[in-house]
């Protein structure tokens, strides 16, 4: 900025920047000179640091590939065996061969599908949550929400269980209890290997449908198993129709009323 000093008749020049002319008042007046840089508009309504929620991510990869190598290693290993699982869903004399064969919850393919079951269904019940949940909820998500999904649904499976045994011992009836068993166990298996790969295709490729997708067969998957659990064997003598309908309401049906109930209170 230049100053411009007005004085007497003469007229001096110092610098490029300040011009000095005589005269009785000297007068200092500012000169802009011309610039393509200018202040910006945009002011700031705060001073402090603020501090940018991220999140990573990175311990589901970890999972999904713990999960897809456990899958590997079963299918290499034990490529016979799940095949019959997979066949037993659709008939019973699969189911018949599993069990005479041997104890399917005592194999070694049981360790790796069980956890594959365990973890893909919790993410999946974990994708389908955090849908759900306001923005303002960011502290429940994450690892921490994910370990509290994987211990209620161990703990759901380990009380059902339980209970199908002790409703089996106070009818006497050990048959259709192993039976349930053993149906719930092969369902259980094949439902995380179907949830596998929608989980990753939700997650990596950002597919909201698939998720819903995966519901709906979660849900007709678990009617077609109340149906080959109520009416299977019914022409044997053993058969007990009153304990498969007692354990039918009490751990199937009551517990999912129970949950679309509060999935609907949640959406309205």
């Not at 000093?5 to 500012?30: C, G, K, R, Y």
């Not at 974990?126 to 703990?155: D, H, N």
């Not at 298996?189 to 997650?203: D, K, Q, T, Y």
Request: hydrophobic fraction near 55%; charge should be positive; aromatic fraction near 16%.
């Amino acid at each position: 900025m230049a100053q411009v000093l007005f004085q007497e008749d003469t007229l001096s020049v110092n610098t490029p920047d300040t011009l000095f002319l005589s005269d009785s008042v000297s007068v200092a007046i500012p000169v802009k000179k011309k610039t393509f840089f200018t202040s910006g508009s945009l002011k700031g309504n705060y001073f402090n640091p603020i501090e940018i929620q991220k999140t990573s991510n990175d311990w589901i990869a970890v999972h999904l590939v713990i999960l897809l190598v456990l899958l590997a290693w079963t299918h290499f290993f034990y490529r016979k065996r799940l095949s019959q699982i997979f066949k037993s869903v659709v008939a019973n004399h699969y189911l018949y061969q599993l069990a005479r064969e041997g104890n399917l919850f005592r194999e070694r393919i049981s360790i790796p599908l069980f956890i594959v079951y365990i973890v893909s269904v919790s993410l999946f019940i974990y994708l389908i949550l955090i849908g759900f949940m306001p923005p303002s909820f960011t502290e429940l998500q994450g690892i921490k929400l994910f370990s509290a999904i994987i211990l209620v649904v161990l703990v759901i499976w380990i009380v059902k269980n339980g209970m199908i045994n002790l409703t089996g011992i106070i009818f006497k009836d050990n048959y259709s209890s192993a039976e349930i068993l053993l149906t719930n166990f092969i369902f259980n298996l094949v439902l995380g290997l179907v949830f596998l790969p929608i989980v990753i295709i939700a997650i990596y490729f950002h597919s909201e449908n698939i998720l819903y997708a995966g519901l709906v067969f979660w849900l007709i998957l678990t009617f077609y198993r109340i149906g080959r659990e109520l009416f299977s064997d019914f022409s044997l003598s053993n058969y007990n129709l009153y304990y498969r309908i007692l354990y039918l309401c009490t751990l199937e049906i009551l517990p999912l009323l129970v949950v679309t109930k509060l999935v609907v209170r949640i959406l309205e």
